[in-house]
């Protein structure tokens, strides 16, 4: 199968992403709502869809989606819960609790690292299903011996989230979910955790000649366990549509499944057979109509989000893109900002934020010994190669900068000293100095590297460059 070309084609992808808030118990009953456990145990006669039993709304859950919808610019509003009807043996009531023309949160739209703004069409509250095992044959259910169902999971909070089609590649694909899994920990509404299904994403892709209006037919791609997954089921899926077009065929809106061992997406079901839900309001439930004045205490508790943290860091310390969302994205945010409040260089700050702290014990670093080293290196005193060891050092056992540098022999290298030894380097390679005066900007790294070895790498390479320039004249 060939890759797309992106002259020719646009690939076109909108996301439904599934977060199991983060509630103790399930959305209509008393169960816990913690993962995993002795198959079911974390039941109760609502989970078991025992006649008689009744749904009441879990607070917390409502709290948590709200606080998501807001994180997510979205509008809260009144909502109604639908019974959305279907068998299915790990979900014994035979519907699921969902919202369909009413969601709680609608129409929000959610900013990138890149800039790019996606809009968010919804975020509605529902249950999670139970989970069933088919054992033997592949873990199929058409060939297994026996199936086993698990009811732990049934009952479970969810937040869909679904995300209008503006996404065009697997870059931005992945980059929406590592966003959206940003903001519901930092709003504490999920652990975020895709490995054990918290956060679960259905992908849609479809493709159109490149300068259409027009959506092309999509297809729905579930079973994505990873962000490399999701991207390589996009790169998979926008592919194979294409090839069909291109021969001629066109492509049947379905749902498929993708399959990590080889590499593609299967059928998994027909959509233009589908689903007839048969939604309606549930009467067991009344309509949430939450009260404007909670819904902006909530909002006032919200934490400063990833997309704030990244324009505040940027305006502050003038850097932009990736080494700004980088740093966020590890949580050093606050630490650079009170470095550089502490008077450290904001690009040099930034510098060694992304480059120099990966250690997840840099955020313990402290802030005023950070803004020193750094001062250290802005003045001359340490050379950067000496200032990175100097931070690592201070990431893995704290301590005076100042300190560590004398223990280390980094001293500064005596300005008068290093215009002697320049001096001799220059007057010992007549021909090579000959070559820089006429501008051969290439014979630099000739002359550091000289003076680097005659000091033992102590030399800043940056004063050695300045001096060498200063004598040319
Ligand atoms: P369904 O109810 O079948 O899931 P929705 O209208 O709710 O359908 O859309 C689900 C998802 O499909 C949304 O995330 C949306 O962005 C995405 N989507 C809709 N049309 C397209 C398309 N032509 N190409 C790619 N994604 C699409
Ligand atoms: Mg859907």
């Not at 959509?271 to 007839?276: G, I, Q, Y």
């Not at 250290?376 to 050379?383: H, K, N, P, S, V």
């Not at 001799?424 to 005066?437: H, K, V």
């Amino acid at each position: 199968m060939s890759g797309v070309d992106p002259d020719r084609w646009e690939v076109v992808i909108g996301l439904e992403v599934h977060a199991e808030l983060a509630t103790r118990t399930k959305l209509f009953s008393s169960a816990t709502a913690e993962f995993g456990g002795e198959p079911n145990t974390h039941v109760d006669p609502l989970t078991l869809g025992l006649p008689g039993s009744l749904p009441v709304l879990n607070v917390q859950a409502v709290e948590l989606a709200i606080r998501v919808g807001l994180a997510l610019n979205c509008t809260v509003q009144r909502s109604v819960f639908a019974r959305k009807n279907y068998f299915y043996p790990d979900q014994p009531k035979n519907y699921q609790i969902s919202q369909f023309d009413l969601p709680i949160n609608a129409d929000g739209w959610l900013e990138l690292p890149s800039g790019q703004v996606v809009g968010i069409e919804r975020a509605h509250l529902e249950e999670d299903t139970g989970k069933s095992t088919h054992v033997g044959g592949g873990g199929r259910i058409h060939d297994a011996q026996y199936s086993l169902v698990d009811l732990n999971r049934a009952g479970v909070p969810l937040l869909e989230i679904v995300g209008r089609p503006d996404l065009r590649d697997a870059e931005g694909a992945r980059a929406y979910v590592s966003e959206l899994r940003a903001v519901l920990v930092a709003v504490g509404a999920s652990d975020g955790k895709m490995e054990e299904g918290s956060l679960r994403v259905d992908c849609n892709v479809s493709v159109r000649p490149r300068g259409a209006e027009e959506l092309g037919t999509r297809c729905e791609i579930k079973n994505i366990n990873s962000l490399r997954s999701l991207g390589r089921a996009i790169d998979y899926e926008a592919a194979r549509q294409v090839d069909l077009i291109t021969a001629g065929e066109r492509v049947v809106q379905e749902t498929r499944h993708w399959n990590e061992d080889d590499g593609r997406t299967h059928t998994l079901r027909s959509k233009e057979e589908a689903d007839d839900y048969r939604y309606f309001p549930d009467p067991d439930l009344v309509e949430l109509d939450p009260d404007p004045e909670w819904v902006e205490r909530i909002r006032s508790s919200l934490p400063m989000l990833p997309a704030q943290r990244r324009h505040r860091l940027a305006e502050r310390s003038g850097a932009a893109g990736d080494a700004v969302a980088l740093v966020v994205e590890r949580g050093l945010d606050d630490l650079c900002l009170a470095a550089i409040d502490a008077g450290a260089d904001p690009a040099r700050t930034l510098t060694h934020a992304e480059h120099n702290l990966a250690d997840d014990r840099a955020q313990e670093l402290d802030p005023a010994a950070f803004a020193a080293l750094v001062r250290m290196e802005t003045d001359g005193a340490l050379t950067a190669t000496q200032a990175k060891t100097v931070l690592a050092e201070l990431v893995a056992s704290g301590g005076d900068p100042a300190a560590i540098a004398a223990e280390r022999g980094f001293e500064a290298m005596d300005t008068s000293e290093l215009e002697g030894m320049v001096d001799g380097i220059i007057a010992a390679n007549p021909d090579e100095w000959q070559r820089y005066c006429d501008g051969d900007a290439k014979i630099t790294g000739f002359f550091v590297g000289q003076v680097m070895q005659a000091t033992g790498g102590k030399a800043d390479g940056k004063a050695v460059t300045a001096l060498l320039a200063a004598r040319r004249g």
